[in-house]
């Protein structure tokens, strides 16, 4: 008989909803349901998905949009056993709920892991998910729907100011309006009823300014559930959660408060029947004693993958079990882990924070301000022995951006007041900045509704900052700086010294870095979880990786330009080196990163990507090779390394391609192995010649050329032959010229992103040759493989920009402000007839 | 930057700066994993007369609140961590830890290596004694050696005599062996009239209370050390009314009915461990303070069944009699701090007197 099969259902491209963290969280799923003896189909059209490429993981990859015809197509190809609904994000339940709802799943009788049908059901229908809460008993804000004044009155003095006020089905523009006394309340519901077509408002409870609280819960098909986290927003509600700095254990609160939100996260998980991971959202008023339930999300999602980095608990490979039907009891974890560790409550004895990381150059005037839209795209996780550790080491990647506060001192009192009562992005410095010019924690806290905790925390940091700008050279101020996680690029500014300075000062006062190992006991049991991050403490827990072993340096967080192809490039990268023998040491600040997957990483480091601490790293593993993206000078400078390791740059650089032409481009993808040049595509650019900034990002294959095309393209390849000396991926770009003349445009290294999609209409590993090429020439096999290529009917490249969800306008259509891409693939069909 | 030192028996020094009272202080060295409720664990009697050491990173982050003591006066010996907030937030939380323990007398000690100490503990072999110094030099040392610690700990902390916490329910006797407030908490939810009375008391002088029922409180040390007339009252009582033991309670449950007990090493305290309902199978997740452990060969079954087992360690958490109504767990079902899954416990036992009473 067959293997059972599962479809996951992937996602079309990352977005500011989901990113990275699901293809992260896929590979280790499916890796999981693999080993459980299950043939796995992902469908899914993201390029930049490593997934879709990964056979330990994927048997078959269908590159197809998730639509519902898809799915019932791929269900008529596969006649999967089981369909995982909780890998694409809200988009996946939506077509999951059509597809049963045309009876395809009934009909094939699949069965659904991780969701029922009635849950999904539920999440895409918010009305149907607060009756259930109510039912339930579980606090919900409250909210009522009234079509005259009176009601009004009497709803608003019932549930109290703030309160929400919103038109039904209004008739123009659509109306809200948040109201805090009866002048503001009795004008809004005026105006509400006027503009409604029905005559109807709604009135909401506003939980503006409380505390935002998510817990994040395990469950199995037994019943049994666990806490595998809880995290709190150092902002407050009114700031979307995925913009909000999340710091993880929770810090500010009450135990009482912690169980009673526990109490309820567990009962709605065991209501809904979830089986895997539900995270359910609170929203806190501690001055009412009283917290309502603000969301629920039965999906894998970005708090996913951040909790397991923070804690050290391998959430992916335990959801995957889960779906499997495996119980918590029962699973059994690596060897790294004790017995029973995957039904254990994972505790932290560190702190972990998550801060945003927004596409700030293409963000201006009120668009920075935060609201209940999310903004931002990745995110960077820092993790110390206190939060200013933590906090410190999550703000070391922002450029010109720094304890100093520079670019903050010149804001005027009333900007930054107002800055203070309107969140908006790097409110962090903001919130710093107003300690330093003297309010008071509490004051403070009244006006931003930010905990007190924090500002007492910052205000370490600042007076550190103050004491070491007064004291240059002073040991004591240095060991203390270091011990609350300032980097030494700030101390040797303050100090008007070089890094390197500093450093050398420090390693002579024996002030050095310690690791300590992310697992998730808190000590109590001897553990060999692969996971470390750096303080200056007494204890140093981590060992050295044995040799033959190569250390990579990671792509940092998502961001605008490149999307997470250049994750893809390193995972793959990851998985070729790991196949030949190599212990795989990766260092990454991004927590959603796909290389932090124990399936490419042996060892991981949670740092800051910056020299001090990479350096610090080196130093300790001695790698037979570094990996260090091309991109990244600053580091290629600085870092000292001994002769033993071998450095190579990784073209994993943000696209600055900026060839700009009326006449349509072709692109000729080229590898070069520093003997031989092989010609691996040609794609045609399709975006319309119209947009003047003419550049790749649309772009599909084959491209029909006559004989004299091919000439004249044959001719301009071999130019490149001569001129190429270092191996590497390359794109000749050409122009297409009324007079049917192609002009050479420009040769360029081959843009990741380019990288992505052709390994995969090709199925061709191109980041693994080009390991192979980085060190030596390409073998009788690959040649082959790289000559003969799959053939395809039709590839299509699309970017996805996110200047529609972020409102942004004329947003320009340019390489470096990709966020995702989407592509189309239709294989060749080899007929044999 | 060091201004305060822990040294511990086996010579070991943690460097670390000052917080609460000055006073040098010397006790059994405890690990708690607990990530909440740091109020709660300092003055709850279990600690008594040991330091304890928070390898959660932060403690003290909003103060001490008025509403969540576990007991009026704190006997815990020190508290070791890497970070104490000083905050106190609001007019419920109007003290900071700092000044708490310093009106307390208890010595704190942050901006310690909490992890390489919980190390060193958990592969001590032993239970080590600590002390917190302010300069950790050969007299320190010698005074640590020197020190004998008492094993007199539920005499030290339980209440000298009976004191009653009124309401309009059942008539409830707690004996104090180092009652946590969450006991009391618990019974007062449920309308509870209840009598707390001291460790020593008797079985006469709980039954002529004539109580619909009596627990027994959880408290601190080795429930051997204990004299034998607790053991002859629990095996008295509990062939006359519903008897709950919890804790330290559970423990003297145990052993008044056969059963003996080993200690661990180091002491486990936490609440992360996953706990088997053996008739359910369920997992649930509680608070645990414990020192000693019953396993499940020296259980006397011809007295008592296992209702609840840890997964990790494989310690009875739970028995229950198999003639009289009387149970008992070793884990802390009130909670402060702590899950409360296994609150439905004290509903059992209300359930239990009201079918004794025929209610």
Same mark, same amino acid.
């Given at each position: 008989m067959a293997q059972d099969c599962v479809l996951l259902i992937g996602t079309e491209s990352d977005n500011l909803q989901h990113g990275d963290e699901l293809d992260t969280l896929t590979l280790d799923i499916a890796a999981s349901l693999k080993k459980q003896g299950l043939t796995t189909v992902l469908i899914s059209t993201n390029p930049f998905s490593f997934s879709l490429d990964a056979k330990q993981a994927v048997d078959h990859a269908e590159i197809v949009p998730v639509t519902s015809i898809n799915v019932e197509n791929i269900i008529n190809k596969y006649h999967p056993r089981y369909i995982v609904p909780t890998l694409g994000g809200r988009h996946a339940f939506e077509v999951i709920q059509e597809v049963a709802e045309s009876g395809t799943l009934q009909k094939n009788n699949v069965e659904l892991l991780g969701s029922p049908l009635s849950t999904i059901r539920q999440i895409n229908n918010p009305v149907m998910l607060s009756r259930t809460l109510h039912t339930m008993d579980a606090p919900t804000k409250k909210i009522a729907t009234v079509d005259n004044y009176q009601a009004a009155d009497d709803t608003v003095t019932q549930i109290g100011y703030p309160a929400i006020i919103r038109s039904i089905m209004p008739k123009t523009s659509s109306f809200w309006r948040i109201v805090h006394d009866k002048n503001e309340m009795?004008?809004?519901?005026?105006?509400?009823?006027?503009?409604?077509?029905?005559?109807?408002?709604?009135?909401q409870q506003s939980l503006a300014g409380l505390k935002e609280i998510e817990v994040i819960v395990l469950r199995d098909a037994s019943g049994t559930m666990m806490q595998l986290a809880m995290v709190e927003d150092i902002d407050p509600i009114g700031t979307h959660a995925g913009d909000s700095i999340a710091v993880t254990p929770a810090q500010t609160l009450l135990d009482r408060e912690i169980q009673d939100m526990r109490d309820i996260a567990f009962a709605i998980t065991r209501k809904l029947r979830v089986v895997g991971i539900n995270h359910v959202q609170f929203a806190l008023d501690e001055e009412k004693e009283q917290f309502y339930v603000i969301k629920n999300s039965p999906y894998l999602d970005r708090m996913s993958t951040f909790v397991g980095q923070a804690t050290g608990y391998p959430v992916g490979m335990v959801v995957g079990q889960l779906y499997a039907g495996m119980n918590l009891v029962d699973i059994h974890l690596d060897h790294g882990y004790y017995r029973h560790a995957a039904v254990t409550e994972p505790v932290m004895d560190r702190v972990a924070v998550r801060v945003p990381v927004w596409p700030s150059s293409i963000l201006h005037g009120k668009n920075r301000l935060l609201?209940?839209?999310?903004?931002?795209?990745?995110?960077?996780?820092?993790?110390?022995?206190?939060?200013?550790?933590?906090?410190?080491?999550?703000?070391?990647?922002?450029?010109?951006? +720094?304890?100093?506060?520079?670019? /903050?001192?010149?804001?005027?009192? *009333?900007?930054?007041?107002?800055?203070?009562? %309107? &969140?908006?992005?790097?409110?962090?410095?903001?919130?710093?900045?107003?300690?330093?010019?003297?309010?008071?924690?509490?004051?403070?806290?009244?006006?931003?509704?930010? +905990?007190?905790?924090?500002?007492? /925390?910052?205000?370490?940091?600042? *007076?550190?900052?103050?004491?070491?700008?007064? %004291? &240059?050279?002073?040991?004591?101020?240095?060991?203390q700086a270091k011990y609350l996680g300032i980097p030494d690029k700030l101390i040797a500014d303050l100090w008007g010294l070089s890094e390197g300075r500093v450093a050398a000062i420090r390693h002579g006062n024996g002030i050095n870095r310690t690791y300590k190992m992310v697992e998730p006991t808190g000590g109590e049991f001897a553990t060999d979880v692969a996971s470390y991050y750096s303080t200056f403490e007494m204890e140093d827990e981590s060992q050295v990786t044995p040799t033959p072993s190569v250390m990579v340096v990671g792509a940092g967080p998502l961001q605008l330009g490149m999307g997470s192809a250049g994750d893809y490039f390193y995972a793959a990268v990851l998985a070729k080196l790991r196949h030949y023998g190599y212990h795989t040491i990766v260092v990454n600040n991004n927590p959603s990163s796909v290389t932090l997957s124990p399936l490419l990483a042996n060892k991981r480091y949670l740092e800051p990507l910056i020299a001090e601490n990479i350096q610090s790293i080196v130093g300790i593993e001695h790698p037979d090779y570094l990996l260090v993206p091309a991109?990244?000078?600053?580091?290629?400078?600085?870092?000292?390394?001994?002769?033993?390791?071998?450095?190579?740059?990784?073209p994993i650089n943000r696209n600055t391609r900026s060839i700009s032409s009326h006449f349509p481009l072709y692109n000729c993808d080229l590898l070069f192995d520093g003997k031989q040049l092989y010609q691996l595509a040609i794609t045609a650019d399709y975006q319309s010649p119209l947009n003047l900034k003419y550049q790749s990002t649309h772009q599909y294959l084959p491209v029909e050329l006559t004989p004299l095309d091919k000439h004249q393209v044959e001719r301009l390849v071999d130019q490149c032959r001569s001129s190429l000396t270092k191996p590497g991926l390359y794109q000749l770009v050409m122009s297409v010229h009324q007079d049917g003349t192609i002009k050479r445009e420009g040769l360029l290294p081959l843009p990741l992103t380019d990288v992505a999609f052709l390994s995969k209409v090709l199925a061709l590993d191109i980041p693994g040759l080009y390991s192979q090429i980085a060190t030596d020439v390409l073998d009788d096999e690959q040649q082959l493989a790289v000559q003969h290529p799959r053939l395809v009917e039709r590839a299509v490249y699309q970017a996805q920009f996110p200047f529609k969800a972020l409102r942004v306008q004329n947003g320009q259509l340019s390489v470096k402000n990709v966020m995702g891409a989407t592509m189309f693939l239709f294989p060749h069909q080899n007929k044999l007839s | 930057m060091a201004d305060r030192y822990l040294i511990l028996e086996d010579g070991s020094v943690f460097p670390g700066t000052a917080f609460g009272s000055p006073a040098v202080t010397f006790g059994e060295m405890v690990f708690t994993t607990v990530m909440t409720g740091y109020q709660e664990i300092i003055t709850n009697q279990v600690f008594h007369n040991q330091i304890v050491v928070f390898t959660t990173p932060n403690i003290g982050n909003y103060g001490i609140e008025r509403n969540i003591y576990e007991s009026i006066v704190p006997t815990i010996k020190g508290v070791v961590v890497k970070n104490v907030a000083n905050v106190s937030t609001n007019k419920k939380r109007r003290l900071t830890l700092d000044r708490y323990l310093n009106s307390m007398n208890i010595p704190g000690i942050a901006n310690v290596d909490t992890r390489a100490l919980t190390h060193r503990l958990r592969d001590a072999g032993k239970l080590l004694k600590g002390s917190i110094v302010p300069v950790p030099d050969e007299h320190a040392f010698d005074q640590l050696q020197a020190?004998?610690?008492?094993?007199?700990?539920?005499?030290?902390?339980?209440?000298?005599?009976?004191?009653?916490?009124?309401?309009?329910?059942?008539?409830?006797?707690v004996v104090d062996f180092g009652l946590k407030n969450g006991i009391l908490r618990e019974l007062s939810r449920r309308k509870c009239n209840v009598t707390v009375l001291p460790y020593n008391a008797t079985a006469e002088e709980i039954l002529r209370l004539d109580p619909d029922g009596v627990v027994l409180s959880s408290g601190p040390g080795n429930p051997a050390s204990l004299r034998a007339s607790v053991l002859e009252m629990i095996r008295e009582v509990e062939t006359r009314v519903p008897l709950f033991g919890i804790g330290l309670g559970h423990e003297l449950f145990a052993i008044a009915n056969g059963c003996s007990l080993k200690p661990i090493i180091p002491d486990h305290s936490g609440m992360n461990h996953p706990i088997k309902e053996v008739i359910t199978g369920h997992i649930v997740y509680a608070t645990q303070n414990q020192g000693y452990i019953l396993t499940h060969d020296a259980v006397d079954r011809s007295q008592l069944y296992v209702t609840y087992v840890d997964l990790i360690d494989g310690s009875i958490q739970g028995l229950r009699h198999r003639d009289y109504a009387a149970f008992s767990v070793q884990f802390f079902p009130d909670g402060a701090p702590g899950p409360d899954e296994t609150n439905g416990l004290f509903d059992e036992f209300m359930d239990t007197m009201r079918v004794r009473e025929g209610r």
């Open positions: 009795h004008e809004a519901v005026t105006i509400g009823l006027q503009r409604s077509r029905a005559g109807q408002i709604l009135i609201s209940t839209q999310k903004k931002s795209l990745g995110s960077v996780i820092g993790i110390g022995r206190s939060l200013e550790e933590a906090l410190c080491k999550a703000i070391s990647f922002d450029h010109g951006e +720094d304890l100093r506060l520079q670019a /903050e001192n010149k804001l005027s009192e *009333d900007e930054l007041i107002s800055g203070l009562i %309107h &969140p908006q992005i790097g409110r962090l410095y903001l919130l710093m900045e107003a300690l330093r010019r003297g309010y008071s924690p509490e004051e403070l806290s009244e006006m931003t509704k930010v +905990d007190e905790y924090y500002f007492v /925390e910052l205000d370490k940091l600042l *007076d550190l900052v103050k004491q070491l700008n007064g %004291h &240059p050279g002073d040991e004591k101020l240095l060991g991109s990244r000078s600053d580091l290629l400078s600085a870092l000292n390394v001994a002769d033993e390791t071998q450095l190579l740059t990784m | 020190t004998v610690l008492t094993n007199q700990q539920v005499a030290q902390v339980s209440a000298p005599k009976p004191y009653p916490n009124p309401d309009v329910g059942m008539s409830v006797v």
